[in-house]
């Protein structure tokens, strides 16, 4: 990409600078080996100014409610001096092609307040390119001063660890139903779960709203704690009506203050980035290998013989894994 210098950039990110921070994304959601190599040297000289934000997921089914409760939850914010950026990480995007519109919708006040930001998924497909831009996004927006970060995702396949493995404190959002709350819980997401919200507590749905959030809090009481100091609490909100909102923040404030109090915060932290390392590396070097000149082909001929049932599965792995330390040995091989 022509445009300004990484140096130009820097000073127009640090300074808040809209366009420049336009372009910061767009370099680290290109998928050019030059523009990875600027993008990483502009993250490099961010590091220092970032991870001051309040880093928070917010997961739930389609039409939960997600970008309605950010849109009041924002503005809110906001208006009371923050600076808030949403992300959405959504590995489907690329297919359903509705997410941009239904996130600029949704968020009609907050996509058009100076003091906000809303960036959609990138529309690079596949989750494991998407969650690491995300969260190089997330560092960008960090380093421009953003102090709220919303990650929202739809519950689907592996996104909500992606989130999680990226925030301080992971919101599940869910909506009233006749049947039994805990059904409708995907597994995974009971572990995770550090705030649990039942959304559309108004008209009709105001008396099962509340039962829902009755059911999910005696459940969460006798689970498994995500930290030892810390109850998953169940909130009752109103997006639609904006009701409940500021109890939901005191509650990721509270949740914040319980992991830094203990060092906890910190530590996540660290996990996090090392975690995102190795995740990042384990899916570079896979693609590292099927690109290299001479073991594509012994790659090639691997799989077919597995394909054709010539050769065990495991067999075929532990070739492959001697071919590339020959490789790694003799790089001219
Ligand atoms: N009654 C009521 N409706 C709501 C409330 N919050 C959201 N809705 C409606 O629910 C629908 C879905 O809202 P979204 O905010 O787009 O939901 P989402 O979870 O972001 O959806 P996806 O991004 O598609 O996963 C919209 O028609 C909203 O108007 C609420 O508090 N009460
Ligand atoms: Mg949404």
New binding site residues.
Partial sequence: MAGPSIEALETGIVSGDRSSIGRAITLIESARDIDEVSAQALLARLLPRTGNAIRVGIT????????????VLGMHLVERGHRVAVL?V?PSSTTSG??IL??K???ARLSRDARAFIRPSPSSGELGGVAPRTRDTMLVLEAAGFDVIFV?T??VGQSETAVHGMVDTFVW?T?PNAGDELQGIKRGVLELAEIVVV?????E?AVAAERARHELANAFHYLPRTHRDWETPALL?????A?GVEALWQKVIAHRETLAASGDLERRRRDQRKRAMWIDLEQGLVRTLRAHPSLRAILEGLEQAVIENRMPTRQAVIEARSKLSLVVTDPSS
């Fill in positions: 739930g089914v389609p039409g939960a409610g997600k970008s309605t409760l950010l849109d959405a959504d509705g997410s239904g996130d919708t949704r968020m929202e739809v519950g959002l909506i959304n559309k507590a108004d008209g749905r909100v109103s997006a639609i009506e009701r």
